[in-house]
């Protein structure tokens, strides 16, 4: 919406990981988890002062050298590995030797790793003895976990068992007791996880840590950090959900006043309902369900049908089957993404079910817009711009699954959906609502402006048109002998066509004239007016005037 539907941040949001760099379903999910991990910890770091000693290009998760840490360090890219989910792994004496290590740059289904619902993870990290005040931070995961160090368990983030179905985007830190660091510095830490269902591959193909997901921190900056990163994930999303909020509510004042314009109600339920979706956006920063999830793409689904409806009312276009039909089933896709992500149907099921009936909707309202503005609506012309940036953004992003779906790695770095705004990172899709928010206010104005206008001019109309209906039909009436003379006029409308005439005439008669002249408003006046000048010019003449 997203001036634009909004197809979410690609079929591998499911997962939270996309060529793009962990893009997920939040925003639609349509935005991205961390959009540059690496890029928002670097400033992240620059803006608190706290960027560590580098790492070297391959660390061995046997051997993690942290006797740098001051403040931050991250735990990447190697770590080892197991699937299962056996108690004693927790352990630091656990002989993991035979554990596979993997890389968070890299998909569990790069090494065949798949259908799996418990998993492991485990670093041997090396301290300077004495070491304090250590906290580990998670951020951008996907699943459930529970974090020990050195065996204890100092955290975890979601339900480990029954329906699995999360993602953590803030980042969450967990204390370690400095006395379960070892004198000699050595801290064993493992992570546990109860694996999502679904993945950006389909059902059985989650992979919980990213690239930049977890990271040794100080007691001191890991508020601070925490702080910066929920502000910039949620800040643009709650900057927007005040910005439609704000605009819904203007539409739907308007309304109230000129209950005839239908598309002021259509457009003050899509930006309500686009408020609503930012709002679960800024929740989901804090707090991640399946249920919270489905909400938001239910905000969608209506979004999308009303800005069909919006469209269509602006356009003065019929409501044709095949229109009403696309209304339907492209809003109904949108609960296509909840249920793949459920590892329900394959990657095949989530680009016919959701992108076809949403990509068809996005040539359809542009090429309707075009038309209309071609034919001289305005409004059109107004909200062309807004609307066709959200349908580029769409299938841009339509693309970039393709290529994560096709696994084309070397395409990943051209696949670009952001872009930097000082230390911020804001997808099309943000820039795009923004902008669509922006041509409704300027389409309500302009609207608004050109009814109270036509309606001023109307109102002068109608007036000049009583003036001279006043002056035309008699207000008193010429004595007759003979005759006692009563009228009551009471046109149906502000002005009426109908008029009468009583004139004198010769030997104490009187001449009386009934009329009805079609037509409403200034042309029947005016035409009133010319018959009873003619009716009356007679008249005098007879009476010798």
């Given at each position: 919406m997203s001036c634009s539907i909004r197809a979410p941040a690609g079929g591998s949001s499911t997962e939270g990981r996309s060529p793009v760099g962990s893009f997920s379903y939040s925003g639609s999910m349509r935005r991205c988890r961390l959009l540059s991990s690496v890029f928002v910890w670097y400033l992240v770091a620059s803006a608190c002062g706290t960027i560590a000693a580098a790492q070297p290009a391959v660390s061995d998760p046997r051997n993690?050298?942290?006797?740098?840490f001051g403040e931050r360090i991250p735990l990447v890219p190697n770590w080892l590995f197991a699937p299962g989910d056996i108690a004693s792994w927790a352990s630091p004496t656990f002989d993991d030797r035979n554990w596979q290590t993997v890389s968070t740059d890299k998909e569990l289904v790069d090494y065949g790793i798949h259908d799996i619902s418990y998993a492991w993870y485990r670093m041997h990290i090396h301290l300077r003895p004495g070491t304090k005040s250590v906290m580990v931070g998670l951020v951008g995961v996907s699943g459930s976990y529970e974090v020990y160090a050195n065996g204890l368990l100092i955290g975890g983030n979601g339900n480990m068992t029954g329906l699995v179905q999360s993602h953590q985007w803030g980042l969450i830190y967990y204390a370690v007791p400095d006395k379960m660091i070892a004198t000699s510095g050595n801290l064993v830490l493992a992570i546990r996880f109860a694996l999502n269902r679904g993945g950006g591959h389909g059902r059985g193909t989650s992979t919980p840590?990213?690239?930049?997901?977890?990271?040794?921190?100080?007691?001191?900056?890991?508020?601070?950090?925490?702080?910066?990163?929920?502000?910039?994930?949620?800040?643009?999303?709650?900057?927007?959900?005040?910005?439609?909020?704000?605009?819904?509510?203007?539409?739907?004042?308007?309304?109230?006043?000129?209950?005839?314009?239908?598309?002021?109600?259509?457009?003050?339920?899509?930006?309500?309902?686009?408020?609503?979706?930012?709002?679960?956006?800024?929740?989901?920063?804090?707090?991640?369900?399946?249920?919270?999830?489905?909400?938001?793409?239910?905000?969608?689904?209506?979004e999308n049908f009303v800005l069909i409806e919006f469209v269509r009312l602006v356009l003065h276009l019929p409501r044709v089957r095949w229109l009403l039909a696309l209304e339907i089933i492209s809003s109904i896709a949108f609960f296509t993404p909840p249920i793949y992500s459920l590892g329900i149907g394959s990657p095949y099921f989530y680009i016919l079910g959701f992108y076809l009936p949403v990509l068809i909707v996005k040539i359809v309202l542009p090429v309707l817009l075009v038309r209309g503005w071609i034919r001289g609506n305005q409004d059109a012309g107004v909200l062309l711009p807004a609307i066709l940036l959200g349908s580029v953004a769409d299938y841009w992003r339509f693309v970039c699954d393709l290529v994560y779906f096709a696994h084309i790695t070397p395409l990943y770095r051209f696949l670009i959906f952001s872009l930097p705004l000082g230390s911020y990172q804001v997808d099309f899709y943000r820039l795009g609502d923004f902008i669509f928010y922006t041509a409704v206010l300027l389409f309500l104005v302009l609207r608004t402006v050109g009814i109270a206008r036509a309606r001023a001019s109307v109102a002068a109309e109608l007036e000049a048109a009583r003036t001279v209906q006043q002056v035309l039909i008699p207000e008193k009436f010429p004595t007759i002998p003979g005759f006692m003379i009563q009228s009551a006029y009471k046109p149906a409308g502000q002005v009426g066509g109908d008029f009468f005439q009583i004139l004198p005439i010769a030997?104490?008669?009187?001449?009386?004239?009934?009329?009805?002249?079609?037509?409403?408003?200034?042309?029947?006046?005016?035409?009133?007016?010319?018959?009873?000048?003619?009716?009356?010019?007679?008249?005098?003449?007879?009476?010798?005037?």
């Amino acid at each position: 919406m997203s001036c634009s539907i909004r197809a979410p941040a690609g079929g591998s949001s499911t997962e939270g990981r996309s060529p793009v760099g962990s893009f997920s379903y939040s925003g639609s999910m349509r935005r991205c988890r961390l959009l540059s991990s690496v890029f928002v910890w670097y400033l992240v770091a620059s803006a608190c002062g706290t960027i560590a000693a580098a790492q070297p290009a391959v660390s061995d998760p046997r051997n993690f050298d942290a006797s740098g840490f001051g403040e931050r360090i991250p735990l990447v890219p190697n770590w080892l590995f197991a699937p299962g989910d056996i108690a004693s792994w927790a352990s630091p004496t656990f002989d993991d030797r035979n554990w596979q290590t993997v890389s968070t740059d890299k998909e569990l289904v790069d090494y065949g790793i798949h259908d799996i619902s418990y998993a492991w993870y485990r670093m041997h990290i090396h301290l300077r003895p004495g070491t304090k005040s250590v906290m580990v931070g998670l951020v951008g995961v996907s699943g459930s976990y529970e974090v020990y160090a050195n065996g204890l368990l100092i955290g975890g983030n979601g339900n480990m068992t029954g329906l699995v179905q999360s993602h953590q985007w803030g980042l969450i830190y967990y204390a370690v007791p400095d006395k379960m660091i070892a004198t000699s510095g050595n801290l064993v830490l493992a992570i546990r996880f109860a694996l999502n269902r679904g993945g950006g591959h389909g059902r059985g193909t989650s992979t919980p840590l990213n690239s930049d997901c977890v990271h040794l921190l100080s007691r001191e900056d890991a508020p601070l950090i925490a702080s910066f990163i929920a502000a910039h994930n949620a800040g643009p999303a709650f900057l927007l959900c005040g910005l439609g909020l704000v605009a819904g509510l203007v539409a739907f004042a308007l309304y109230l006043a000129l209950r005839t314009q239908f598309e002021y109600l259509a457009i003050s339920i899509y930006l309500l309902a686009a408020s609503a979706d930012m709002a679960v956006l800024v929740w989901l920063n804090f707090s991640s369900s399946f249920a919270v999830h489905t909400v938001m793409w239910a905000t969608l689904c209506v979004e999308n049908f009303v800005l069909i409806e919006f469209v269509r009312l602006v356009l003065h276009l019929p409501r044709v089957r095949w229109l009403l039909a696309l209304e339907i089933i492209s809003s109904i896709a949108f609960f296509t993404p909840p249920i793949y992500s459920l590892g329900i149907g394959s990657p095949y099921f989530y680009i016919l079910g959701f992108y076809l009936p949403v990509l068809i909707v996005k040539i359809v309202l542009p090429v309707l817009l075009v038309r209309g503005w071609i034919r001289g609506n305005q409004d059109a012309g107004v909200l062309l711009p807004a609307i066709l940036l959200g349908s580029v953004a769409d299938y841009w992003r339509f693309v970039c699954d393709l290529v994560y779906f096709a696994h084309i790695t070397p395409l990943y770095r051209f696949l670009i959906f952001s872009l930097p705004l000082g230390s911020y990172q804001v997808d099309f899709y943000r820039l795009g609502d923004f902008i669509f928010y922006t041509a409704v206010l300027l389409f309500l104005v302009l609207r608004t402006v050109g009814i109270a206008r036509a309606r001023a001019s109307v109102a002068a109309e109608l007036e000049a048109a009583r003036t001279v209906q006043q002056v035309l039909i008699p207000e008193k009436f010429p004595t007759i002998p003979g005759f006692m003379i009563q009228s009551a006029y009471k046109p149906a409308g502000q002005v009426g066509g109908d008029f009468f005439q009583i004139l004198p005439i010769a030997d104490d008669g009187a001449l009386v004239i009934v009329g009805d002249v079609s037509g409403k408003g200034m042309p029947a006046a005016m035409t009133v007016s010319l018959l009873v000048g003619t009716v009356r010019t007679p008249g005098r003449n007879r009476n010798g005037a």
